[in-house]
Antibody, heavy 122, light 109 residues
C-alpha cells in the first residue's frame, strides 16, 4: 500500500522547535519530489517547502524561510521538517506530499499523508 | 509569485447537476502545470487533475479539467453525493512557491 505517515507534531511555545518526520512506504520514495503543505484550522492549503529527489535542492515559502529546514533520507525512506523559532501563526496541520516526477515532467501531488497537528501557543 | 483566484467561493447544487469551478491565475502557468484537489473534512487532499486536463489514477470520468494560460476550469458532469467537498486548484511549476487557490466549497442545495 502506498503510504506517507507523518509524526512529531504537538504543542510548543512560541520560539520553540519541533521536528516532523514523514515515513514513506509502498512506492519508490527516491523518485518523488517531496513537499510539506500546511493548513491552519478552518483555512486553506498553503505550500511550505519542497525537496528534489536526492535532497540537493530545497525551497521554502517566504513565511518560513530561515526558520524551517527540510531534508530527506532516501535510505530510510523518510522526509523531515525541522521547525525552529516557531510562531503562533505556524499553528496548522502539516501534510507531507509526494509529487510524481519522470523525465522532467511533473504529475502533481499524487501522494499525501494524513497530517500531523502543530500547535504553537503560550 | 503566481496568485490563484477561485470562483465561486461557495457553489450550491443538487446531486445529478453539473458543477463548474473556475481558477484564474495572475500570470500564465508554465507548461499548464495546474492541478485540482478535493478535500473532505478531516481528510488529506486528493489529487483529481494534473497538467490542467489529465485525470489522476482512479478518478472517475465525471471529473474533467480544461483551460490553459491563466484560466482553468474543473467540471463535474453529474454530481454524486460523495462529490460535495472543498476543491482547490494549485500551480506546481518547479519554480517555487507552489501556490494554491483559496478553495471552492461545493455544498448540497
Amino acid at each position: 500500500e502506498v503510504q506517507l505517515v507523518e509524526s512529531g507534531g504537538g504543542f510548543v511555545q512560541p520560539g520553540g522547535s519541533l521536528r516532523l518526520s514523514c515515513a514513506a512506504s509502498g512506492f519508490t520514495f527516491s523518485s518523488y519530489w517531496m513537499h510539506w503543505v500546511r493548513q491552519a484550522p478552518g483555512k486553506g492549503l498553503v505550500w511550505v517547502s519542497r525537496a528534489n529527489t536526492d535532497g540537493s535542492s530545497t525551497a521554502y515559502a517566504d513565511s518560513v524561510k530561515g526558520r524551517f529546514t527540510m531534508s530527506r533520507d532516501n535510505a530510510k525512506n523518510t522526509l523531515y521538517l525541522q521547525m525552529d523559532s516557531l510562531r503562533v501563526e505556524d499553528t496548522a496541520v502539516y501534510y507531507c506530499a509526494g509529487e510524481g516526477y519522470s523525465h522532467g515532467y511533473f504529475y502533481g501531488f499524487e501522494i499525501w499523508g494524513q497530517g500531523t497537528m502543530v500547535t504553537v501557543s503560550s | 509569485e503566481i496568485v490563484l483566484t477561485q470562483s465561486p467561493g461557495t457553489l450550491s447544487l443538487s446531486p445529478g447537476e453539473r458543477a463548474t469551478l473556475s481558477c484564474r491565475a495572475s500570470q500564465s502557468v508554465t507548461s499548464n502545470y495546474l492541478a485540482w484537489y478535493q478535500q473532505k473534512p478531516g481528510q488529506a487532499p486528493r489529487l483529481l487533475i494534473f497538467a490542467a486536463s489529465s485525470r489522476a489514477t482512479g478518478i472517475p470520468d465525471r471529473f474533467s479539467g480544461s483551460g490553459s494560460g491563466t484560466d482553468f476550469t474543473l467540471t463535474i458532469s453529474r454530481l454524486e453525493p460523495e462529490d460535495f467537498a472543498m476543491y482547490y486548484c494549485q500551480q506546481y511549476t518547479n519554480s517555487p512557491p507552489n501556490t494554491f487557490g483559496q478553495g471552492t466549497k461545493l455544498e448540497i442545495k
